[in-house]
C-alpha cells in the first residue's frame, strides 16, 4: 500500500519547533505537496482535552506513570483518528513531537525504565515510525531556562532538561539515516534551510526554484 511521509520536529521546549513547522509548511504549500500540520499531545479533540491536563499547573503533582500514561493515550487517538487516515490517503504528515518526546521526558527526564517507556510508546501509535526526525538540538539553559511563563514540563529543573536534550541526541545517534540533528539556535533562515535540503530529494522537489525565495512566502 503507497503512503504518504511522516516527518517529526523534536527537541526541548522553546528551541523553535513550531517556528520551523510554519515554515515547512509554506514551503511544502509553495510546492502543492499534499501535506498536514499536527502536533502532540493535542492533535485530536480528546487530545486537546488531555494536553491541557498534562501542561496545567493546577493538575499538581501528577505520578509520573500517570503522566505516561496520559501521553500515551493521546498518542493513541491521534495515530489512529488523524495521523494513519492521512499516510493513508497519501499525505505528508509533519508532526510537531512524537515518540522520542516520550522517551526523552518520561523516559530521561522523570527516569522511568527505558524499555517499558518504549514499550508503552510502541504500543501506543501502533508501531508507526516516522520517515524522519529533525531534532532542533540546544543548550536547555539558552533555551528552557529563558522562558517567562513556564507551563508544568518547562518549570522543570535545569538537569530534568539535560537529560531530556541527552537522550533526545542519543536516540538520534542510534538511527542517524532517520534523523537530521540541527544547531538550534543557528538562525532561523538556516535551520529551515537546512531541512529543505534533506527532505527535497525524498518529496522529488528541485529546491533550485527556491533560491529566489528562501522562504516559499512568495508562492504561497
Ligand atoms: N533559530 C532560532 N534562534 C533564536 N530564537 C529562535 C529560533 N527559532 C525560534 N526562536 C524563538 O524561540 C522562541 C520559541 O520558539 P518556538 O518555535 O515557539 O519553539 P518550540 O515550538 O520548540 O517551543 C520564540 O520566541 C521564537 O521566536
Ligand atoms: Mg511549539
Do not use: N
Request: glycine share 8%; net charge negative; proline share 5%.
Amino acid at each position: 500500500m503507497s503512503r504518504g511521509l511522516l516527518i517529526v520536529l523534536e527537541g526541548g521546549d522553546s528551541v523553535g519547533k513550531t517556528t520551523q513547522s510554519r515554515f515547512l509548511d509554506r514551503w511544502l504549500a509553495s510546492h502543492g505537496v499534499d501535506h498536514m500540520m499536527t502536533r502532540e499531545p493535542g492533535g485530536t479533540p480528546l487530545g486537546s482535552r488531555i494536553r491541557t491536563l498534562l501542561l496545567d499547573p493546577a493538575s499538581g503533582t501528577l505520578d509520573d506513570r500517570a503522566e505516561a500514561l496520559l501521553y500515551a493515550a493521546d498518542k493513541a487517538q491521534h495515530v489512529t483518528e488523524v495521523m494513519r487516515p492521512a499516510l493513508e490517503r497519501g499525505q505528508l504528515v509533519v508532526c510537531d513531537r512524537y515518540i522520542d518526546s516520550t522517551l526523552a521526558y518520561q523516559g530521561a527526564g522523570r527516569v522511568l525504565d527505558a524499555a517499558q517507556i518504549d514499550a508503552l510508546a510502541r504500543w501506543a501509535t501502533d508501531g508507526l515510525r516516522p520517515d524522519l526526525t529533525v531534532l532542533l538540538d540546544a543548550d536547555p539553559a539558552e533555551t528552557t531556562a529563558t522562558i517567562v511563563d513556564k507551563d508544568r514540563m518547562e518549570s522543570e529543573s535545569l538537569d530534568f532538561h539535560r537529560r531530556v536534550r541527552d537522550e533526545f541526541l542519543a536516540l538520534a545517534a542510534r538511527d542517524p539515516q532517520h534523523y537530521l540533528v540541527l544547531p538550534a539556535r543557528d538562525p532561523r533562515d538556516r535551520i529551515a534551510a537546512a531541512v529543505r535540503e534533506r527532505l527535497a530529494p525524498m518529496l522529488g522537489i528541485d529546491t533550485g526554484s527556491d533560491l529566489s525565495d528562501p522562504d516559499g512566502t512568495m508562492r504561497s
